[in-house]
């Protein structure tokens, strides 16, 4: 791949002092805010700088500065975390977030509108809670994604004991992080005992964010070939024959810049049980060497991968792999179970699957979820697993306490699992305004609005207990996976979004843009004649997303303009 000069961030990665920089300096500075290159540079660390988008028009008229706030990213592979690590969080969050918390999509949490002055309390107190946010962002590893089921059974130990095992090889070997956020002394140098260069991520770390997700073919919940790479267990019953490596996922785009695209993983090679790290690592080394370090918008591992096509990269594998690998093996067709309500572990205890809003954990009005989960983390023996939809799984309870979970959640507002409807269990949406500064347009604000309005739209059709995929995003870096989904709606403009249609709910396949700059009020109504057709024609039981892409996406915008054109 021809580069132009590298940019600025890589520059501010060289001189970072193994991510240090300045950041234990800025911490002591009475300024709201870091300079440029500690921006950078705290994404490594979990942070993202920031301001309330809500309040700055009006602050700036009356010649005041930006409300300026963080997020914090805490870290959880596989969505896993226990008891009093979760309360330790919700303590926390009560301190110096507002009482609230969201679940991210790729199973972590995160804090909102932290104040420069409580970022150290914060963090260090997720450290004290053995969490981190170490490597929650940043051009690195990040959270490593595996199916949320907590099943108790030979596959799922594995997935779920894979997925820690990467996260903690995988992370940068830097002192800086506990330096800073643990001791909390000003950093002036490297100790002696350090490497000079990180012996994986090199002097300037990867061109861009890297992300790794674990599903098999049985419950992809997780959108596995949306990662940069995809990890895909091949059991006979219960013994793991090897892996399949599937290479170059990633959502993000820019409008109007067609060289950014949303990309599906690649099935690229096949390995044995115990080669997952080496496998890892060399896909890993191949971004590290070959992404785009000119221009942050093409710098994902998909682009690099398209660049040199599928058998030179597997020729770079194989270099930093050691040897020849094995041609992938075909894969099943994808399925996505529903695990919302209860389940049985296989272990003689339940979990309950449990359907948040957008992730958000909160108390409002009389929906009170933060409390919900704080009393059933205290008062009952069991553990949380965040999953990629924004949910939670509450694990480990014992058949006596069933009664009790369902008690709790009741009293405190939150409707038990299996009163809503298809459409709005499945959705997501980012957190958009106004927290986000790529943001262009609402999402989580308007999620009930959106998805009500399609409700209504599919209700009217007699399409209302049809299972179909709904992602909402503010803008087009595709934070809610909008590009896989039976519909993803991105943030055009201020007042409008761009449909996409033509994915399907297993994850397997991208939609396109079929409708371009549609108001809020008007989703539902552009979208309702796509679900009458889909009524009166669809094959048999076929899918939303399938009827879509057999009947034509290009049939579709016509219909879409003749409409218009009746009004």
């Not at 790729?106 to 490597?135: M, S």
């Not at 930093?320 to 529903?338: E, K, N, S």
């Not at 500064?437 to 599919?458: H, K, P, Q, T, Y």
Request: proline share 6%; aromatic share 8%; net charge neutral.
């Amino acid at each position: 791949m021809v580069q132009g000069k590298p940019s600025k961030v890589e520059a501010f990665k060289t001189s970072s002092m193994r991510l240090r920089g300045t950041i234990a300096a800025g911490l002591q500075s009475p300024a709201p805010t870091f300079d440029a290159a500690d921006h950078q540079l705290l994404k490594f660390h979990g942070i993202y700088q920031g301001y309330d988008r809500d309040s700055a028009t009006a602050l700036k008229q009356r010649g005041l500065d930006k409300q300026h706030e963080f997020m914090v990213r805490v870290k959880a592979p596989g969505g896993m975390m226990n008891a009093a690590q979760y309360l330790a969080v919700d303590e926390l969050a009560r301190r110096y977030g507002g009482g609230r918390l969201r679940i991210t999509t790729r199973q972590g949490l995160q804090f909102h509108a932290i104040a420069k002055d409580n970022l150290w309390k914060t963090i260090h107190g997720v450290n004290q809670a053995l969490l981190t946010t170490f490597a929650a962002c940043g051009d690195v590893v990040r959270n490593v994604t595996a199916s949320a089921a907590p099943i108790e059974d030979a596959r799922h130990r594995r997935i779920r004991a894979d997925a820690a095992m990467l996260s903690a090889a995988l992370a940068p070997q830097t002192r800086a992080y506990h330096e800073i956020w643990l001791g909390g002394d000003e950093v002036t140098a490297a100790p002696a005992s350090e490497p000079e260069i990180d012996p994986l991520y090199g002097p300037t770390y990867l061109p861009r964010k890297f992300k790794i997700g674990i599903a098999t073919p049985d419950d992809n919940d997780i959108d596995v070939l949306t990662n940069d790479l995809a990890i895909i267990p091949c059991f006979v019953g219960d013994r793991l024959e090897g892996y399949t490596l599937a290479i170059g996922g990633g959502l993000g785009m820019t409008h109007n810049k067609p060289h950014t695209y949303p990309r599906l993983a690649t099935p690229i090679a096949f390995i044995g049980p115990g080669e997952l790290l080496a496998g890892a690592e060399a896909v890993i080394k191949l971004h590290r060497d070959h992404g785009d370090r000119s221009d942050r918008r093409h710098a994902r591992l998909k682009y690099a991968v398209d660049a040199m096509g599928l058998p030179a990269a597997k020729a770079e594998l194989e270099r930093h792999f050691g040897r020849a690998l094995a041609a992938p093996i075909a894969l099943p067709r994808f399925q996505v179970q529903d695990h919302i309500g209860w389940h049985e572990q296989g272990d003689g205890r339940w979990w309950l699957g449990v359907t948040i809003e957008s992730g958000r954990i909160e108390d409002r009005g009389g929906y009170r979820l933060a409390t919900a989960l704080r009393r059933l983390m205290r008062d009952v023996a069991l553990r949380p697993v965040f999953t990629p939809n924004q949910d939670v799984f509450l694990a480990d309870i014992a058949p006596a306490d069933q009664q009790t979970v369902e008690a709790i959640l009741t009293e405190e507002g939150v409707p038990l699992p299996g009163r809503d409807t298809p459409l709005r269990r499945s959705a997501l949406a980012c957190p958009a305004l106004p927290t986000c500064g790529l943001a262009l347009n609402e999402a989580e604000r308007v999620f009930d609005r959106i998805v009500g309005d399609i409700e209504a739209a599919l209700a009217r059709q007699n399409l209302a207990h049809e299972r179909l995929s709904l992602r909402i995003t503010g803008c087009p870096n595709g934070c809610a996976r909008p590009y896989t989904g039976d519909i993803g709606l991105v943030g055009r403009t201020p007042d409008t979004y761009a449909i996409f249609l033509g994915g399907d709910f297993e994850g397997t396949r991208l939609n396109e843009r079929v409708f371009e700059r549609v108001p809020i009020d008007e989703l539902g109504r552009v979208l309702e004649p796509v679900f009458a057709l889909w009524a009166r024609h669809r094959d048999g039981p076929e899918s939303f997303g399938d009827f879509c892409k057999r009947w034509g996406l290009d049939r579709l915008a016509a219909l879409g303009a003749t409409a218009e054109a009746a009004d």
